[in-house]
Structure formats: C-alpha cells, structure tokens
C-alpha cells in the first residue's frame, strides 16, 4: 500500500523501530495532558492542555499512517504526571519534552524518508512550546519571590554561620545564634518584600509575595542550620564543610527547577548563586577568625 509516496515496505527496521517510538511518545503525552486537564481546576490551564493533548493525537495518527500499527501508551513516562502534579505543570510539562533525548536523531533521520515529517517537527519544537507557556501557575508568577528569600537566606546565613563558627567553636551555640539571626531576618525580607511589591503596582499579592518569600527563608535557614542541630558532636567546622555542601545541594535543586520551568540556562544561574554565597561564607569566616584572634575571645 502507498502512502503519500513512501511504501511501508521501504522503511527499514531501524527507521520503523524510530516511528513507532515517536508513535507511543504522542499516545503516552496524549493521554498524559487529558488526565492533567482533567485534575486541574482552571479552566485556561485545562482549555491549553486539552489543545496540548488534541495536538498530540493528531501527530500520533500522522505516524500511524507509515506504520499502520496502533500502539499502547508507556508506563515509564506516567512518572512525569506525578511530577506535574507535585511540582507544577510547566515544570512537568517541559521535563517531559526535554526528556527526549532520541528527538533529534529521530528527526534527523526520518524527514530524509518522509518530508512531510517536517511540519510535525515544527510543531513540536514551536507550537507547543508557545502553549505551555501560556498556562498560568501561581508559583510561576512569585517566583520572584521565592529566589529572593532563598537567595538573600543562602548568602546571609552561610556567612553568618561560617562567622560564627569561628567565633563560637560549639555547634548548639551556633545553631541557636543562627537559628535566631535567620526567623529574624526572615521576617524582615517578607515584610520587605510586602511593602516592595505594594509600591510596584503590579498584578501580584503583596501578602502572598511576602508569604513566598518568608517560607523559601525559612525553609533554607532550616536546611543549613540542621548540620548543627544533627553532628553537634562533632567539630563545628565539620558542621559548616556540610552546610556549605548543603547549600550547593539547595541551589542545584532550584536552579534545576527554575531552569526547567523558565527555559532559562542552569549553568549560569548556578554558578553565580553558588559563587555569591560561598564567596560571602570566606569572607565572613576570615573576618570571624580576625575576630576571634584581635579580641581574644574562646568560646
């Protein structure tokens, strides 16, 4: 049987092995956006994915005509309707598509053999890209917020802590300095955040912007305090060698997040934060040695 040109029996098993793969992704993503259009209750988010889900059917049945084989979804990708649905939907969405990593080989190949295969492409690398940045997600919108509090908490407290490590050489003193300089601040930078974000007029929640950015503090203040609180035992410097390492952790992660769920460049953002924070940690941790040595002081 010919189809727009090309015999079934001109693909070769390799070529065949590629389509049907491309074939069981569309079906698999297909019936992936249905059930998150269905567990969302916004209607735009639902209208979009549901657009989303329709438009990977459509390329399912492209396939399915040079095949002329229907295939199940995989259950291996259902991992990333878990991940829409604990971490976001942009964030799910577009792990899933940067998932591929045969795409571009598969691309590659099959519009030699099939040139109509082109504007499926097209449509996945543009189409669907300008969807998914249409759905809108109250996480996305202050996440502003977030890196503000998770920032300002990496940089202040991992020198403060590397300042008093030197200074007070006993984990539970540190905890409790640090525990107390964090809450503290934490409350300073939401109510901050609170009034700038009032003065700026814009579409955002001055109160839910100070809530984003007073938990993403004390969230990361709880993570590198708990070194301290875990190995007090232990010499506070080894305490702090696990802060620091805690710190990389925390950017890595959401670096990775925002990388993802922004389409941004991870090496750069990561870089910088984990450059600013551990630049501040040696600065201040000299300063507490200089401190400790001047004054004399042993605790």
């Given at each position: 049987?010919?189809?727009?040109?090309?015999?079934?029996?001109?693909?070769?098993?390799?070529?065949?092995?590629?389509?049907?793969?491309?074939?069981?992704?569309?079906?698999?993503?297909?019936?992936?956006?249905?059930?998150?259009a269905k567990s969302t209750k916004d209607p735009h988010n639902q209208k979009i994915l549901n657009q989303i889900a329709e438009d990977e059917l459509k390329h399912y049945s492209f396939w399915n005509q040079y095949t002329q084989r229907?295939?199940?979804?995989?259950?291996?990708?259902?991992?990333?309707?878990?991940?829409?649905?604990?971490?976001?939907?942009?964030?799910?969405?577009?792990?899933?598509?940067?998932?591929?990593?045969?795409?571009?080989v598969f691309y590659t190949t099959i519009t030699k053999l099939i040139p109509e295969a082109q504007s499926i492409i097209e449509d996945e690398e543009a189409h669907e890209k300008e969807l998914i940045s249409l759905i809108d997600e109250?996480?996305?919108?202050?996440?502003?917020?977030?890196?503000?509090?998770?920032?300002?908490?990496?940089?202040?407290?991992?020198?403060?802590?590397?300042?008093?490590?030197?200074?007070?050489?006993?984990?539970?003193?540190?905890?409790?300095?640090?525990?107390?300089?964090?809450?503290?601040?934490?409350?300073?930078?939401?109510?901050?955040?609170?009034?700038?974000?009032?003065?700026?007029?814009?579409?955002?929640?001055?109160?839910?912007?100070?809530?984003?950015?007073?938990?993403?503090?004390?969230?990361?203040?709880?993570?590198?305090?708990?070194?301290?609180?875990?190995?007090?035992?232990?010499?506070?410097?080894?305490?702090?060698?696990?802060?620091?390492?805690?710190?990389?952790?925390?950017?890595?992660?959401?670096?990775?997040?925002?990388?993802?769920?922004?389409?941004?460049?991870?090496?750069?953002?990561?870089?910088?934060?984990?450059?600013?924070?551990?630049?501040?940690?040696?600065?201040?941790?000299?300063?507490?040695?200089?401190?400790?040595?001047?004054?004399?002081?042993?605790?």
């Amino acid at each position: 049987m010919l189809i727009k040109g090309l015999n079934k029996q001109m693909l070769d098993k390799q070529t065949e092995k590629l389509v049907l793969h491309a074939q069981k992704n569309e079906i698999t993503e297909y019936h992936i956006y249905k059930k998150l259009a269905k567990s969302t209750k916004d209607p735009h988010n639902q209208k979009i994915l549901n657009q989303i889900a329709e438009d990977e059917l459509k390329h399912y049945s492209f396939w399915n005509q040079y095949t002329q084989r229907e295939v199940s979804p995989s259950r291996k990708k259902w991992f990333y309707y878990f991940i829409a649905r604990i971490f976001g939907l942009t964030f799910g969405i577009r792990l899933m598509e940067l998932g591929e990593g045969q795409a571009q080989v598969f691309y590659t190949t099959i519009t030699k053999l099939i040139p109509e295969a082109q504007s499926i492409i097209e449509d996945e690398e543009a189409h669907e890209k300008e969807l998914i940045s249409l759905i809108d997600e109250e996480l996305l919108d202050y996440i502003g917020s977030v890196v503000l509090g998770l920032n300002d908490a990496l940089v202040e407290l991992t020198g403060a802590l590397a300042g008093l490590t030197l200074a007070f050489q006993n984990a539970q003193l540190i905890a409790l300095a640090g525990l107390i300089t964090g809450i503290a601040a934490s409350l300073s930078m939401a109510a901050s955040e609170y009034l700038a974000t009032k003065e700026e007029q814009t579409t955002k929640n001055p109160l839910k912007a100070a809530i984003y950015t007073g938990i993403a503090y004390v969230a990361t203040v709880f993570f590198l305090i708990l070194p301290y609180l875990i190995f007090s035992n232990q010499s506070p410097l080894v305490c702090l060698a696990i802060t620091l390492i805690n710190a990389i952790l925390i950017v890595l992660v959401f670096t990775f997040y925002i990388s993802v769920a922004k389409d941004l460049s991870f090496k750069k953002r990561f870089s910088e934060i984990v450059g600013i924070s551990l630049g501040v940690a040696s600065l201040t941790f000299i300063i507490g040695l200089v401190v400790r040595s001047v004054l004399n002081i042993d605790i």
